[in-house]
């Protein structure tokens, strides 16, 4: 069993590589929006919503899946890991031929989906990248199942840094050939092809291996459960894209606003919305090949685990609430120079509780092996989320991506920690969880305080980091002081079984 120190070190590694990938994607979106302006932003997150839709129906779910059998069989030597790999490639490769044979030949029907036709020349040149995702996914799932979290999350960050790299190239004007629009898309494809190609560099460095294609079965069902839900997840992603920007034209705006604002809220305000996702997500990696090998052993060191994650995504939603709901309007004004979707931010920035329960709920349920009803659990979410979508734009406009996001979270986040609480006896001291998001809305208060107290007297930048940082740092200390997130607890357990396990060996 890995100890404290591997798991810290681990979790450590796979947070600085993601916070470094999310700012240098967040840098990007930022350039993308100052040089090319909110339309342009909003007619690429179209083309990337349906894009990540494709990718979604292309068995999405097996990387999971090949992640925790890769660390479940490490235990007994790794003997079928070649064959697993395999297996997974060809299932893979095999599920994106046929989206593309079908996608190409009606792509012609697709500019009467999407209210902006600059969108279908985008996914005509996006689409290919669906061949080098699958390559990627299932290259980099190796990585993950034997915890080799560094290379993990190197060629992570390694993607996004490629392409922002070929983006600016395609993009600037620097190939005469190519609009800048169509830059972002053949910039995305470049990048997605020589990204596969270093990971599969890197993972014959490694030593990894081929084996015979075997146990389809095995590999397939597990997969289906979590792929359907990430299709789900591409199918709103793609109806939010298609149904919102028509919605707003339909109920009075023109079509450049609508493709505008649908950019300010999809590339703006909710790249910062999901900011915390990444610090959840750090840990959500390294957990699922740890609960993977405990599952069958100790549900006390189970019950540990998942208490602590819980109690951790609550502390990292609180941090952003109290950062988000006074200075959502600043941080966007002095980062994209637009205040619309920094009222946006503030506005929503409660359904960061939600989103983070969801995120390392449905993660820990995949970890268990609980496919099918981590998938039922998203599916009740996703329509609520999609009923939503559709009802409320006519009185609350593009806030209805919001409300229906958060009421879908919030359904999937019960279900899921009912079905954990079934599976291993969880949150036994609640009124620490409650106590979490309670501590924040003093300094909700604070911030705001100090907000005023500072703009216009400082320069920005400061003002944003002292008025936030300060009740940052205080929730943290109260958090400390309270002992909400016990990290003892969390560990205590592992570190028990690794000393057992050490004394079995001696002997």
């Known amino acids: 069993m890995t100890n404290k120190k591997s798991i810290f070190k681990s979790v450590a590694v796979v947070t ?56 479940e069989d490490e235990k007994t030597g790794g003997e079928n890991v070649p064959s697993l790999i395999s ?24 500019p009467s989906v999407f209210a902006d036709e600059r969108v279908l020349p985008l996914i005509v040149i996006m689409l290919p990248a669906l061949l080098s995702t699958s ?59 020589a990204c596969a190609v270093v990971l599969f560099i890197l993972f014959l460095i490694k030593k990894g291996k081929f084996g015979r294609i075997k146990d389809v079965p095995a590999v397939l069902k597990p997969s289906l459960p979590i792929t359907a839900m990430r299709v789900f997840g591409g199918v709103i992603g793609a109806f939010t894209a298609i149904v919102i920007p028509v919605l707003l034209i339909k109920y009075g705006m023109e079509k450049s606003d609508a493709s505008a604002t649908f950019g300010r809220v999809t590339g703006m305000a909710m790249p910062l919305l999901m900011a915390p996702t990444t610090l959840t997500g750090a840990l959500s990696v390294v957990l699922i090949p740890e609960i993977a090998t405990i599952k069958h052993d100790d549900k006390s060191a189970m019950s540990a685990r998942i208490d602590g994650s819980i109690n951790f995504a609550i502390i990292i939603a609180a941090l952003f609430t109290i950062l988000y709901i006074p200075l959502g309007k600043e941080i966007t004004t002095f980062v994209f120079k ?145 002992r909400i997130f016990d990290i003892t607890r969390f560990y205590k357990t592992t570190r028990k079984k690794s000393l057992k396990k050490r004394d079995k060996s001696k002997k």
């Open 338 to 482: 637009d205040e619309f979707s920094g009222v946006y931010l503030s506005n929503v920035a409660l359904m960061l509780y939600p989103l983070g329960l969801n995120q390392i709920s449905t993660s820990i349920l995949n970890s268990m092996g609980l496919e099918k009803k981590s998938f039922f659990n998203y599916a009740v979410g996703a329509a609520i989320l999609m009923i939503l979508t559709l009802a409320l734009p006519k009185y609350v406009g593009i806030y209805a991506v919001a409300i229906g996001g958060a009421a879908g979270s919030v359904i999937s986040s019960f279900l899921n920690l009912n079905a954990l609480n079934k599976k291993a006896r969880i949150l036994d001291n609640p009124k620490k969880t409650a106590l979490a998001i309670l501590l924040s809305f003093p300094l909700v208060a604070l911030t705001c305080l100090l907000k005023n107290l500072l703009f216009f007297k400082i320069p920005p930048f400061f003002a944003i980091a002292i008025s936030g940082g300060i009740p940052m740092l205080l929730y943290l200390a109260a958090c400390v002081a309270f």
């Open 87 to 110: 297996t997974a490639l060809v299932l893979s490769l095999s599920s994106v031929l046929p989206i593309l044979s079908v996608i190409y030949p009606v792509a012609f029907l697709l």
């Open 16 to 71: 600085a590589f993601s916070v470094a990938t999310r700012l240098f994607a967040f840098l990007f979106k930022v350039f993308v929006s100052r040089q090319f302006g909110a339309s342009v932003v909003g007619v690429y997150q179209m083309a990337l919503s349906f894009y990540f839709f494709a990718s979604a129906v292309a068995l999405s779910g097996l990387p999971t899946v090949i992640s925790r059998k890769i660390a």
């Open 135 to 193: 390559i990627y996914n299932v290259i980099r799932s190796w990585f993950w199942g034997k915890r080799s979290f560094l290379a993990f999350s190197f060629t992570e960050m390694l993607e996004e840094v490629l392409r922002i790299t070929f983006t600016l190239i395609f993009s600037l004007g620097l190939i005469a050939a190519v609009t800048p629009l169509k830059g972002l898309a053949v910039g995305f494809l470049v990048s997605d092809i």
